[in-house]
């Protein structure tokens, strides 16, 4: 069975852009959840989507954003890029919710970084 | 509020020794789960190891096993004849069970584990 998918792999943008980013769950696997990654704040929860819905929000201003398709598969947009933006973005998925001891399964990450 | 600490930020091990990666966490819970993940320098986070509270076994994958103590709140993980594979940053994990739909994880700081050959 494929594992999740992230694309692209590396990302470089400019202040002011914006940059959207995409996974593709595992397959079944009907939530999708986002996390941030840097060296100073570690992983921080974005979002997580549910059978197309967002279920659960982190603490991260309206420039980010995202979404899931009906076959599950998710995006996620940054809009006005700023410096601080540049970090791992990770995407995983999951049968259930990690409540119910479903695991997350996350994918290779997009490394973006923000000039 | 719900936290989760790892008190090491590096550890080193020489090849085929054991080393133990301590966390501590804080809930109010009294059924819930635990993760350990792994991230080598490839990035990807993977799960190591998962341990239900309510269980009292510990659980063990291969050379992985947990030391839990549920009323310390203590979830350590154990790794036994380290290889060099298992390099990487280790991340314990919770869910946070004060959200409805608990679908968030709650990680710590991470415990960047070198295993020296």
């Known amino acids: 069975k494929a594992g999740v998918t992230q694309t692209p792999r590396y990302l470089i943008k400019t202040r002011g852009q914006q940059v959207t980013l995409s996974c593709s769950p595992i397959?079944?696997?009907?939530?999708v959840s986002w996390y941030q990654q840097t060296p100073g704040q570690g992983l921080q929860f974005l979002f997580e989507?549910?059978?197309?819905?967002?279920?659960n929000k982190g603490n991260f201003p309206g420039r980010f954003s995202g979404r899931q398709f009906s076959n599950s598969r998710s995006e996620m947009n940054v809009s006005t890029l700023e410096l601080g933006d540049s970090a791992l973005y990770l995407c995983?998925?999951?049968?259930?919710?990690?409540?119910?001891?479903?695991?997350?399964?996350f994918g290779n990450g997009t490394r973006l970084t923000v000039t | 509020a719900q936290t989760v600490t790892q008190s090491q930020p590096e550890m080193s091990v020489q090849e085929a020794e054991t080393v133990t990666l301590s966390c501590t966490y804080d809930?109010?819970?009294?059924?819930?789960?635990l993760f350990w993940y792994k991230q080598p320098p490839s990035r990807q986070m993977i799960l190591v190891i998962r341990?239900?509270?309510?269980?009292?076994q510990n659980a063990t994958e291969n050379r992985f096993s947990v030391n839990f103590q549920k009323a310390a709140k203590s979830f350590s993980l154990k790794i036994s004849d380290s290889q060099l594979g298992d390099t990487a940053m280790y991340f314990c994990a919770f869910p946070n069970y004060e959200e409805t739909s608990g679908s968030r994880l709650t990680f710590g700081e991470g415990t960047q584990l070198t295993v020296n050959p």
């Open positions: 341990q239900e509270a309510y269980k009292q």
């Open positions: 989507y549910f059978s197309e819905t967002q279920r």
């Open positions: 397959s079944g696997h009907r939530s």
């Open positions: 809930t109010s819970e009294s059924n819930y789960y």
């Open positions: 995983a998925s999951s049968l259930n919710w990690p409540r119910w001891g479903s695991p997350l399964h």
